[in-house]
């Protein structure tokens, strides 16, 4: 499986949020706004999702307001204590210690509150997997708002009653529930359609399908994936609690640990001699060119003054190196000296090509994206700094309902989220559903980089288009590129369009024919 989707919107939160000061503060409207001194620092907890905002107003008030970012419900940052209040938000808004506002409505200073201290868990930033993730086992399998009681739960959950025919009477079918007013009958293996004809396809649900009512957020198909808080056991059975703070069975869901090890290189700062910008291709040897080891079978090599060769280490298939530029010929075989200060055989590796920009200033920091090569390269100038293999959309142009291919281009990075969900009805595949995939950064559109925990196919085009890493290597290129994400923050918005870092995206040409 695979995820790209569109970014998500504003916080759903701040439009009640608005419309409830708007409403409660309607007496005061014509107020004027009670200006306050920053006063001291305190600790603020968010008791639900919230935006923060350049100045004091909703952006939907037409003052010019933009936002910034948001804080997760449960989220804690510093904040000063005395609010300017408005008629946008009578409980004042607090100026975060970082930058921007946010509506005392959404926040409380005692992290006490139930609210806050109930709040999911917060991301863990120091994991390539912020959470923990589980995988849907089985279709139908419900995503309740709280925990229901055994006989309520077989409303949605056909599964859950026997199937035990009357003594001496024939087997019945089971009449199709209905479910309660204003909720959704459940999704189950009897309201599939009969058969089709030969050569036909089945109509794949679409994910619209899927929504709930009432009490019954949703309902899964086989594969979806969700973020998990934790478990715990209520009304005679076992749970899985998401960081969204919904309930799901605990038997219907398997958890996911993350299925690769893969991780990239990050490079220390090389300065070449003049004997090292003469060696072997000088213009690659004054910059650095990073290389990928292509096999299994690679080894750190040694190579004497008197040209004799030893073997070392061997080296991953996949793993990244930098080369110095210095170039060693033994019986015909083309060596190269890397900054870890060992040989690699020339056959063993596959080299970077970069493309960098005309406009490239000193020691910019920016991001070369290599379809062809399936590589990732970040640099700071013409310095390479970090360097892994990645997987971008997958191609079939004869078949454009399989077709996903990944934009080319220059781009700059216009919004990053710790976690966002992703979702999807894709025609070759059916719908899809990642919860809180994590270290999404988007460039262009819903096209993103973003960790992948569930396929370990790095260096193969995978995805639906976006540029799937190694969760590792993406929370850390995560925190290197700009715009910065704020302690506490979740999510956040780069100010222009240049102050995002750049991502530049190519492939080679077709070859001629």
């Known amino acids: 499986m695979a995820a790209c989707t569109k970014p998500l919107p504003p916080p759903p939160l701040d439009a009640e949020v608005a419309e409830a000061s708007a409403t409660s503060a309607a ?25 923060i905002i350049d100045a ?48 005392g409505k959404a926040v409380s200073a005692e992290l006490t509150n139930p609210k806050v201290r109930l709040a999911p868990k917060q991301p863990d930033h120091d994991a390539g997997m912020p959470y923990r993730y589980g995988v849907n086992l089985q279709d139908g399998t419900p995503l309740y708002r709280r925990v229901l009681a055994t006989e309520d739960r077989k409303k949605y959950e056909p599964w859950l009653v026997p199937a035990k025919p009357a003594e001496g009477e ?32 089945a109509a794949k649900p679409k994910l619209k399908s899927f929504k709930g009512r009432g009490v019954l957020v949703r309902t899964m198909a086989h ?12 009304n005679g059975a076992r749970w899985w609690r998401t960081t969204f ?44 060119t990073v290389a990928f080891v292509n096999h299994g079978f690679a080894r750190r090599i040694e190579i004497s003054e008197e040209k004799k060769i030893s073997g070392g280490a061997e080296l991953p298939k996949r793993s990244a190196v930098l080369l110095d530029g210095r170039v060693s010929v033994v019986s015909g075989v083309t060596y190269h000296h890397t900054t870890g200060g060992f040989y690699v055989r020339l056959m063993d590796l596959n080299l970077a090509h970069p493309a960098f920009p005309a406009d490239l200033k000193e020691g910019e920091k920016w991001i070369d994206v290599d379809l062809t090569r399936q590589a990732l390269v970040a640099f700071e100038g013409t310095r390479p700094v970090f ?25 700059r990075i216009h919004e990053k989220h710790v976690t966002t969900t992703m979702d999807g009805d894709v025609a070759s595949d059916g719908p899809y559903s990642i919860e809180d995939v994590p270290w999404v950064m988007y460039f262009q559109g819903s096209y993103a980089l973003h960790a992948a925990f569930w396929h370990d196919a790095f260096g193969n085009k995978r995805s639906h288009g976006c540029v799937n890493m190694a969760p590792e290597d993406a929370r850390r290129l995560f925190a290197w590129t700009d715009p910065p994400l704020p302690a506490g923050w979740h999510g956040v918005f780069a100010r222009d369009d240049a102050s995002g870092t750049r991502i530049v995206v190519h492939e080679d040409p077709p070859p001629k024919r």
Not at 27 to 51: I, M, P, R
Not at 254 to 273: D, R
Request: charged share 30%; proline share 7%.
């Open 56 to 103: 004091p107003w909703w952006p939907e008030s037409g003052k010019g307001a933009k936002r910034l970012g948001y804080l997760r419900h449960g989220a804690v940052v510093t904040a000063y204590d005395r609010p300017t209040v408005n008629e946008d938000c009578k409980e004042g808004w607090y100026e975060v210690e970082t930058s921007g506002f946010v509506c």
């Open 27 to 51: 007496d005061a409207a014509s107020a004027d706004v009670v200006e306050a001194g920053k006063g001291n620092l305190v600790k603020l907890g968010a008791t639900a999702q919230t935006s």
């Open 170 to 201: 024939p087997e019945e079918k089971p009449e199709k529930s209905e479910a309660p007013e204003g909720e959704e009958s459940p999704r189950s293996d009897k309201d599939k359609k009969g058969p089709v004809d030969a050569g036909v396809d």
């Open 387 to 411: 360097a892994t293999l990645i997987s971008s959309g997958r191609r079939n142009p004869q078949d454009k309902e399989r077709d996903f291919p990944t934009p080319t281009g220059s781009y």
């Open 245 to 288: 703070g919904f309930a799901v069975p605990f038997d219907r869901i398997m958890l996911q640990p993350g299925v690769t090890k893969h991780v990239g290189s990050w490079f220390e700062a090389i300065v070449l001699g003049d004997e090292d910008a003469d060696a072997g291709d000088a213009g690659v040897a004054v910059a650095g």
């Open 223 to 234: 594969g979806f994936y969700l973020a998990l808080d934790r478990s715990f056991n209520s």
